[in-house]
């Protein structure tokens, strides 16, 4: 039995800190808490209905989450799939709202959401203790933005989820849109002004392999060069410099000072090297990177009557084997065995 495979003299304290092999300290815990999804954007989907993974309960999720903070987690982010699509949401951050961090502090509680369905939860969450959201939206013209999710009046709904969060001060706002050359680099500079008008920071992804279908190539990725310079022929940029060391974004303002968009090039500017992220999936396995080979079934132990001393264990030896970056564009790259929509992103 996998949980009797762990013995009392091999158990790390609870007060541990995760770190890897490499060096890396790990604070930052994303959390997958469905892999169903309301959208079906045409660079992530094929376009089918459904789960393909199990779901735990919310009280399973959170006994797993406060595992983690026992070792030093500090920050949560909630996703999935569609994070806003599971029932007993906003109770479950009213509770992680609860928790503490190894330093005696609240945890820093964020959440990443297509929006849809944000005009109602919005105040909730917040109310229950939600610091953040971070909204993906793809185009700000409504017929390419249409296009990708495939999602008929998805436009209007998301802007008013966007709004409803500012005002219901989830703030600072970010809005995630992940750019395909031939898609949606069109909107580059209208996003810019976007960002300007709406008070949000606006964060362009580089496309990573982790489609459901098969659509990338080096080419389809427009990379962080390409967007700073095409925005810079219009709104003049200056760089910030990263609020933290694992900042995943590049950040930039415009000349006046007014607005903030930043620049994720996991692919041309890999920032593995600072990574502080572990994930786990909707069905409760562990994985190291998003490009994981091999997923770790904290779930399965747990089930089979682990302890919480044994599944810290576990947690922590886990995360000490996590990869030292990813190989995307190299040769013999492998796409992992699951996607981004069933990974968590
Ligand atoms: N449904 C939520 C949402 O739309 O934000 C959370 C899950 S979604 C998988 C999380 C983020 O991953 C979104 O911003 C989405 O655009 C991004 N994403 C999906 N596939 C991607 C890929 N292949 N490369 C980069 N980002 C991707």
């Not at 951050?93 to 961090?101: D, G, I, K, P, S």
């Amino acid at each position: 039995m996998v949980a009797a495979s762990l013995t009392a003299s091999s158990t790390v304290a609870s007060h541990a800190r995760l770190t890897d092999s490499h060096g890396r300290v790990i604070h930052d815990l994303r959390v997958s808490i469905t892999d169903r999804c309301n959208y079906k954007c045409v660079y992530c989907r094929t376009g089918e209905e459904g789960a393909q993974y199990p779901e735990l309960a919310i009280e399973e999720y959170l006994r797993l989450i406060r595992l983690f903070v026992d070792l030093g987690i500090t920050k949560v982010r909630l996703t999935g799939g569609e994070p806003l699509l599971r029932h007993g949401l906003v109770d479950m951050v009213r509770q992680l709202a609860r928790m503490r961090t190894l330093w005696d502090e609240p945890l820093d509680l964020a959440l990443t959401t297509n929006g849809h369905l944000l005009d109602s939860l919005a105040t909730p969450l917040k109310t229950a203790g939600l610091n953040r959201v971070t909204v993906s939206m793809d185009a700000v013209d409504a017929g390419v933005f249409e296009r990708i999710t495939r999602i008929a009046g998805s436009h209007k709904t998301v802007l008013g989820g966007i709004r409803a969060a500012r005002a219901a001060g989830l703030t600072p706002l970010k809005i995630n849109c992940v750019l395909l050359r031939g898609f949606n680099e069109d909107q580059i500079e209208g996003f810019a002004r976007f960002a300007r008008e709406e008070g949000v920071v606006v964060r362009f992804i580089e496309f990573m392999p982790l489609e459901e279908g098969r659509l990338w190539s080096p080419e389809i990725v427009v990379p962080l060069a390409e967007i700073v310079e095409r925005i810079g022929r219009v709104l003049p940029l200056v760089e910030l410099p990263p609020w933290e060391a694992s900042e995943t974004a590049r950040r930039y303002t415009f000349s006046d000072g007014r607005g903030e968009i930043g620049v994720i090039a996991p692919v041309t500017r890999a920032f593995c090297g600072a990574c502080s992220r572990v994930r786990l999936t909707s069905d409760g396995k562990i994985r190291t990177c998003l490009f994981s080979q091999v997923e770790h079934d904290l779930y399965g132990r747990m089930r089979a009557g682990a302890s919480d001393e044994e599944l810290r264990t576990y947690i922590f030896r886990t995360v000490q084997g996590k990869e030292a970056r990813h190989h995307i564009g190299e040769p013999g790259f492998l796409k992992p065995s699951r996607s981004m929509v069933h990974i968590g992103g």
